[in-house]
């Protein structure tokens, strides 16, 4: 049996390309939108990719099932549970609990596993020539290492009301299955640490079912089951905007692209036009170098691991953009957003000093200078974390205006005062500041350490000043 895990850091995404090299064939699980990797891949290893699944229909990432069908004729094998409304609506052979998807020598057992979503399902692979007995389960977004998948996005994200205490029930179900199965069963799921598709997702690739009975927080509460759901929903994190956009493109038919796009590099004349006539421009460039000198109304987005997420946020699927960036930052970045299927790139620019418009400029304050402002009524303290982050600690006097949503929640902060922006660890107060002064803040700084910073120095002090 051939097996690689393919792992995006930039969305915490996991998919799986297992094959048989007795007779070539290949399987693809939760495949990403760049299918080139799986052609590499299979390439490399003189294996045919023949089949193709998922394990539900995503909200964070664009699965690109399609893309890969396309260019290899593969059969795509896609859930036909959940009940009307969670259907895919493109050709494909339905799998109902119980099927079997036979790959050459192997065989993956579908699981009806709802919880996350009503038409979740996971498979359970056995390698037949070595074994009848199971050994991996690709579980999706139903069990993480350490976590399983919120069932509350629906609601949140999708806008389906009603929907998060009936998937909590089903995640309750789900697990009493899970835990049925043998304690040696590798499990792979499709996320890790960072993904908003849980709230304490382990930051290891896989675990076992047994360890995961053992350690997995929601495999403690026996047959408590309102306890289970009680803390499942507790504490979520905010789904990203585009999530209910990537739930629409994954079921509903969609334009495909087969290749990673090649975008144009704009001239300065063609910049310049787009930009007077107010094109939405994101800056990829560091938060320092954004910070130094920037053109008035960009938004800065760092071009790092977090970059399609911010994008998600604050982009409108059906808008052009242009993107600011090093010239050695173009291919990556398109990569990033055609995951979530933002493909509506006017065109990159790389060298705003060229231009000859006065840039704009941030500043920052240092923890000491943060402190001294604290208690003083001409300054407003902004924190732009999660609404968990800030409900588990915050410093004193702070408003919390989320990151995601504060364009909408403007009359939260006060124009007349100096505003002072801050996160974990600055990242996303860069953010948050370029959206302040692109709505017409002009007296907005950033405290760049942040929570993590100010934590630190808080449980200092207490340590120092406590009693030997």
């Known amino acids: 049996m051939f097996f690689q895990h393919i792992y995006d850091k930039t969305l915490a995404q996991g998919s799986?390309?297992?094959?048989?090299?007795?007779?070539?064939?290949?399987?693809?699980?939760?495949?990403?939108?760049?299918?080139?990797?799986?052609?590499?891949?299979?390439?490399?290893?003189?294996?045919?990719?023949?089949?193709?699944?998922?394990?539900?229909?995503?909200?964070?990432?664009?699965?690109?099932?399609?893309?890969?069908?396309?260019?290899?004729?593969?059969?795509?094998?896609?859930?036909?549970?959940?009940?009307?409304?969670?259907?895919?609506?493109?050709?494909?052979?339905?799998?109902?609990?119980?099927?079997?998807?036979?790959?050459?020598?192997?065989?993956?057992?579908?699981?009806?596993?709802?919880?996350?979503?009503?038409?979740?399902?996971?498979?359970?692979?056995?390698?037949?020539?070595?074994?009848?007995?199971?050994?991996?389960?690709?579980?999706?977004?139903?069990?993480?290492?350490?976590?399983?998948?919120?069932?509350?996005?629906?609601?949140?994200?999708?806008?389906?009301?009603?929907?998060?205490?009936?998937?909590?029930?089903?995640?309750?179900?789900?697990?009493?299955?899970?835990?049925?199965?043998p304690d040696y069963v590798q499990v792979w799921p499709a996320h890790g640490a960072g993904s908003a598709c849980g709230k304490a997702l382990g930051s290891v690739p896989s675990s076992t079912v047994g360890y995961e009975k053992a350690r997995n927080w929601a495999m403690q509460f026996g047959d408590d089951e309102k306890g289970f759901i009680d803390n499942l929903l507790a504490g979520q994190p905010e789904p990203p905007k585009y999530f209910a956009m990537m739930k629409h493109l994954n079921k509903s038919s969609r334009p495909l692209l087969i290749e990673v796009p090649h975008h144009k590099t704009l001239s300065k004349d063609e910049f310049l036009n787009a930009y007077q006539k107010g094109m939405k421009v994101i800056d990829a460039r560091s938060k320092m170098e954004f910070a130094k000198g920037f053109l008035p109304g960009t938004i800065s987005i760092q071009g790092n691991n977090s970059f399609a997420t911010w994008a998600g946020w604050v982009l409108d699927y059906n808008e052009p953009f242009i993107i600011i960036a090093d010239e050695n930052q173009k291919e990556d970045l398109t990569r990033k957003l055609m995951r979530i299927g933002l493909d509506n790139i006017y065109g990159f620019f790389y060298d705003i000093h060229s231009l000859g418009i006065q840039l704009q400029s941030s500043a920052t304050v240092s923890l000491d200078e943060f402190k001294s402002l604290l208690n003083n009524d001409q300054y407003q303290i902004v924190d732009v974390r999660g609404t968990s982050e800030y409900e588990a600690g915050h410093v004193p006097g702070a408003t919390h205006v989320f990151i995601g949503t504060i364009e909408k929640h403007l009359d939260q902060i006060d124009k007349n005062k100096e505003t002072i922006l801050y996160c974990l660890s600055g990242d996303r107060a860069s953010i948050a500041c370029s959206l302040l002064k692109k709505n017409g803040f002009t007296n907005v700084s950033t405290y760049q350490g942040g929570w993590s910073e100010w934590s630190q120095k808080v449980k200092s002090d207490k340590k120092e000043h406590s009693p030997a």
């Not at 806008?159 to 899970?178: P, V």
Request: charge should be negative; charged fraction near 25%.
């Open 16 to 181: 799986y390309l297992i094959g048989c090299q007795a007779t070539h064939e290949a399987i693809v699980i939760d495949a990403k939108r760049d299918i080139d990797t799986y052609l590499q891949i299979a390439k490399d290893n003189k294996l045919n990719i023949t089949h193709i699944t998922e394990t539900h229909i995503h909200a964070d990432y664009l699965c690109g099932s399609r893309e890969l069908a396309a260019a290899t004729g593969a059969t795509m094998y896609l859930s036909d549970e959940g009940g009307e409304g969670w259907l895919y609506e493109f050709p494909h052979v339905g799998l109902k609990d119980g099927d079997i998807i036979k790959v050459g020598n192997l065989s993956l057992e579908v699981i009806h596993t709802p919880g996350h979503t009503p038409e979740s399902i996971s498979f359970l692979l056995r390698d037949h020539p070595a074994s009848d007995n199971p050994v991996m389960l690709f579980t999706g977004d139903f069990v993480f290492v350490g976590d399983v998948g919120r069932p509350d996005l629906l609601e949140k994200a999708a806008g389906i009301a009603g929907t998060k205490e009936a998937g909590a029930r089903d995640m309750y179900a789900s697990l009493k299955r899970f835990e049925a199965l």
